[in-house]
């Protein structure tokens, strides 16, 4: 990964793209990528080829050839693209593409992405095609839609007092808060969604693009640098849970005692509550639980017939004596818990004293964030997080974990509620914004990174748990008990991120 230089700049070169763009200790771009994503909005893996570098002290140019390969390693997409670091500062990213066979796409192009720390909160221009303007600023919180439209060159301040500028050719360009998706960035990015998704490219199809980024003016007066640090908290220890395995129904004796040297907090459990043998499940998991000496985190998915189902949850309940800790409601078909369920919660409230009772969803912050509603008589509300929606690289992943702490401090902003995130995972256990509902659950195998067994999986928990316990989250569950979605294997071999669990 060599680091290379552009006049004051220094940046990054990684797998064809730039990124971590540097000026004056002060990171002022965190990428410049392009990418092909598909009509479930996958993105295709790439092959470069061709690559040719040449760095001096204080410039550069780079060319290569990158495929896009479909699931049978088959190139579908060929890009030809040039990069060119100057003396004077100026760095230009352009792209030729061209479709080798019928694909449906749903974005092909150029994202340049904005790290949030030293630029939350700055005045931002955003200069439209048709010769106006618009001055604004960065969002502090996690912004619901998208805060930037019809792009095609933007300029900033960071906090650094400099000023900055991007110019995009090719497309329209629009700008997304990626933090809804676990992302640690503002992203700028083209087609605009107002344009309609899936478009089929026939073969032939060409995509031409050209980003130019420079430093428009030199340094200000120095913005504060802990501006986007208001509600930064001393250190404190993260309440951490663990979910049930789903690979396996076995936990040996000898995992059990591992798994009780973590102190944990809770021990997550789903339920389905109109299928026929939630009962029977929810006993083989209790047994566990109590095995490990922790209380349970039930999570619920309901239906329509919300009220009867917990009726019977309830009766099994209190006839079981079972130690119930969290109870996370959730609602099928839904993207957020429905405000039915939630104004329910009173009444099961007088029917599980002592048990905090939660809303929201399984999935991103984005749910939240879009489809608000009335929190009511809930005791706290709840999403996932996982570091994977849109980048896979190492890099990216470990940048990523600094999400948790934007996406804490915005839950609570907007519900102000304890906010519990349940569950993190290394990979994503579903699509939410696949185009066909049967692509929106995704296969055991789908859900596994190998990472996950590997010293890296350690060093992304630490860095995460690090930004966790400068937040104030409530408690967070992380990972299964065994398994390739565990921290340790079936046979109860630890996985390196055992550790990162065992030392916080």
Same mark, same amino acid.
């Given at each position: 990964?060599?680091?290379?230089?552009?006049?004051?700049?220094?940046?990054?070169?990684?797998?064809?793209?730039?990124?971590?763009?540097?000026?004056?200790?002060?990171?002022?771009? &965190?990428?410049?990528?392009?990418?092909?994503?598909?009509?479930?909005?996958?993105?295709?893996?790439?092959?470069?080829?061709?690559?040719?570098?040449?760095?001096?002290?204080?410039?550069?140019?780079?060319?290569?050839?990158?495929?896009?390969?479909? #699931?049978?390693?088959?190139? @579908?997409?060929?890009?030809?693209?040039?990069?060119?670091?100057?003396?004077?500062?100026?760095?230009?990213?352009?792209?030729?593409?061209?479709?080798?066979?019928?694909?449906?796409?749903?974005?092909?192009?150029?994202?340049?992405?904005?790290?949030?720390?030293?630029?939350?909160?700055?005045?931002?221009?955003?200069?439209?095609?048709?010769?106006?303007?618009?001055?604004?600023?960065?969002?502090?919180?996690?912004?619901?839609?998208?805060?930037?439209?019809?792009? #095609?060159?933007?300029?900033?301040?960071?906090?650094?007092?400099?000023?900055?500028?991007?110019?995009?050719?090719?497309?329209?360009?629009?700008?997304?808060?990626?933090?809804?998706?676990?992302?640690?960035?503002?992203?700028?990015?083209?087609?605009?969604?107002?344009?309609?998704?899936?478009?089929?490219?026939?073969?032939?199809?060409?995509?031409?693009?050209?980003?130019?980024?420079?430093?428009?003016?030199?340094?200000?007066?120095?913005?504060? #640098?802990?501006?986007?640090?208001?509600?930064?908290?001393?250190?404190?220890?993260?309440? @951490?849970?663990?979910?049930?395995? @789903?690979?396996?129904?076995?936990?040996?004796?000898?995992?059990?005692? @591992?798994?009780?040297?973590?102190?944990?907090?809770?021990? &997550?459990?789903?339920?389905?509550?109109?299928?026929?043998?939630?009962?029977?499940?929810?006993?083989?998991?209790?047994?566990?639980?109590?095995?490990?000496?922790?209380?349970?985190?039930?999570?619920?998915?309901?239906?329509?017939?919300?009220?009867?189902?917990?009726?019977?949850?309830?009766?099994?309940?209190?006839?079981?004596?079972?130690?119930?800790?969290?109870?996370?409601?959730?609602?099928?078909?839904?993207?957020?818990?429905?405000?039915?369920?939630?104004?329910?919660?009173?009444?099961?409230?007088?029917?599980?004293?002592?048990? #905090?009772?939660?809303?929201?969803?399984?999935?991103?912050?984005?749910?939240?964030?879009?489809?608000?509603?009335?929190?009511?008589?809930?005791?706290?509300?709840?999403?996932?997080?996982?570091?994977?929606?849109?980048?896979?690289?190492?890099?990216?992943?470990?940048?990523?974990?600094?999400?948790?702490?934007?996406?804490?401090?915005?839950?609570?902003?907007?519900?102000?509620?304890?906010?519990?995130?349940?569950?993190?995972?290394?990979?994503?256990?579903?699509?939410?914004?696949?185009?066909?509902?049967?692509?929106?659950?995704?296969?055991?195998?789908?859900?596994?990174?190998?990472?996950?067994?590997?010293?890296?999986?350690?060093?992304?928990?630490?860095?995460?748990?690090?930004?966790?316990?400068?937040?104030?989250?409530?408690?967070?569950?992380?990972?299964?008990?065994?398994?390739?979605?565990?921290?340790?294997?079936?046979?109860?071999?630890?996985?390196?991120?055992?550790?990162?669990?065992?030392?916080?």
């Amino acid at each position: 990964m060599p680091f290379l230089q552009a006049g004051p700049f220094r940046l990054l070169y990684q797998n064809g793209f730039v990124r971590q763009i540097t000026h004056e200790d002060t990171e002022v771009l &965190r990428m410049i990528y392009f990418a092909l994503r598909d009509h479930n909005w996958g993105t295709f893996a790439t092959q470069i080829v061709e690559e040719k570098i040449d760095t001096q002290e204080n410039h550069f140019s780079i060319s290569y050839l990158s495929y896009n390969i479909d #699931k049978n390693q088959v190139p @579908i997409f060929e890009w030809k693209a040039f990069i060119e670091g100057h003396e004077n500062g100026t760095i230009v990213f352009n792209i030729e593409g061209k479709a080798l066979q019928a694909v449906r796409k749903n974005r092909a192009g150029f994202c340049i992405l904005h790290p949030i720390e030293g630029v939350a909160e700055q005045p931002v221009t955003i200069f439209h095609p048709s010769g106006s303007s618009t001055a604004t600023h960065f969002p502090r919180y996690i912004a619901p839609q998208d805060p930037f439209l019809d792009i #095609k060159s933007m300029q900033w301040q960071a906090a650094n007092g400099c000023v900055y500028k991007v110019d995009c050719e090719g497309d329209i360009f629009q700008t997304e808060d990626q933090r809804n998706w676990g992302d640690a960035s503002y992203k700028t990015f083209c087609t605009p969604l107002s344009e309609p998704f899936p478009v089929q490219l026939h073969q032939g199809d060409t995509v031409r693009q050209r980003v130019s980024f420079r430093l428009a003016t030199k340094s200000k007066e120095p913005q504060d #640098k802990a501006l986007n640090q208001k509600s930064a908290l001393r250190q404190q220890a993260v309440n @951490i849970g663990i979910a049930a395995a @789903i690979e396996t129904d076995e936990l040996s004796a000898e995992s059990v005692e @591992i798994l009780k040297t973590l102190k944990l907090s809770h021990y &997550r459990v789903d339920l389905t509550l109109f299928d026929k043998d939630w009962i029977s499940y929810l006993s083989g998991q209790a047994e566990k639980a109590l095995l490990l000496g922790l209380p349970l985190e039930i999570v619920l998915t309901l239906n329509d017939d919300f009220e009867s189902q917990l009726a019977d949850f309830v009766g099994v309940l209190q006839q079981n004596r079972l130690q119930i800790k969290h109870l996370l409601l959730l609602s099928a078909q839904k993207l957020v818990t429905s405000q039915a369920v939630i104004d329910y919660i009173p009444q099961l409230k007088t029917q599980l004293s002592g048990v #905090k009772i939660g809303v929201g969803t399984d999935y991103n912050f984005t749910e939240l964030n879009r489809n608000r509603f009335e929190a009511g008589e809930a005791d706290f509300v709840s999403c996932s997080f996982d570091p994977q929606e849109h980048a896979f690289d190492e890099l990216s992943l470990l940048e990523n974990t600094e999400t948790v702490k934007y996406l804490v401090e915005s839950a609570h902003n907007i519900y102000q509620k304890p906010v519990h995130i349940s569950f993190i995972a290394l990979c994503r256990r579903a699509n939410p914004y696949a185009t066909q509902a049967a692509d929106m659950v995704l296969a055991i195998e789908n859900q596994i990174d190998k990472r996950q067994s590997t010293a890296f999986a350690k060093e992304w928990a630490t860095k995460l748990l690090s930004h966790l316990a400068h937040t104030e989250v409530a408690s967070v569950t992380m990972f299964r008990t065994i398994g390739e979605l565990g921290i340790m294997s079936e046979s109860g071999s630890v996985y390196p991120v055992f550790e990162a669990l065992k030392a916080r």
